[in-house]
């Protein structure tokens, strides 16, 4: 099987990064990861995906200032060296330019802890209770300009429930992020899920 070879890009503890490592074990997953970028050198996803084998590498977006294109210049000088065909956001907290976004577009990935189009942006379970919403989730989609705005490609919804706090509503919907990252990378891995803009 000619296995897509995926990057994924991290800034904190990496679970749905783990859950992307785990998934692409099996035999007859259509992607691998070959890589784990972090734009925060003491990310602790880093030392857990070296734990799993996996190549890793940190560019401390700092030293950049307000460039934030020559750090992606960079990012994508990395994966390119690393043949990479797909990149998955998972945690990762830089937001992206026109140029990297133009550039990997199609091949771009994001996870929302969200029902997007409800609650983009920052601090979603606590909206999400403070909205009264009665059902919360997680959705991916292919990344576009604008933040949280591109094509879904897979999407779960949980119950929020009425003793919930903030911790057990981002709990429940974690497991669910966990299960449906791995899910929608096959199909986009597979070629059934295609960027079409304005979907
Ligand atoms: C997840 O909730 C994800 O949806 C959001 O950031 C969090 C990252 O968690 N984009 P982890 O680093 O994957 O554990």
Redesign the pocket.
Known sequence: MNKKRVAVL??????????LIEAAKAKDYPAEIVLVLSNRPDAA?LTRAQDAGIATVAIDHRPFGEDREAFEHALDDELRRHRVDLVC?????RLLTSWFIGRWRGRLL????ALLPQFKGLH?HRRALEGGAKRHG?TVHFVVEESDSGPIIRQESVPVLDDDTEETL?AR??SI?HRIYPEALRMVAEGHARFAPGT
């Open positions: 991290i800034s904190g503890r990496g679970s749905n990064m783990m859950a996803g956001l998972a945690g990762f907290m994001n996870i929302h802890p979603t997680a981002a919907v974690l992020e």
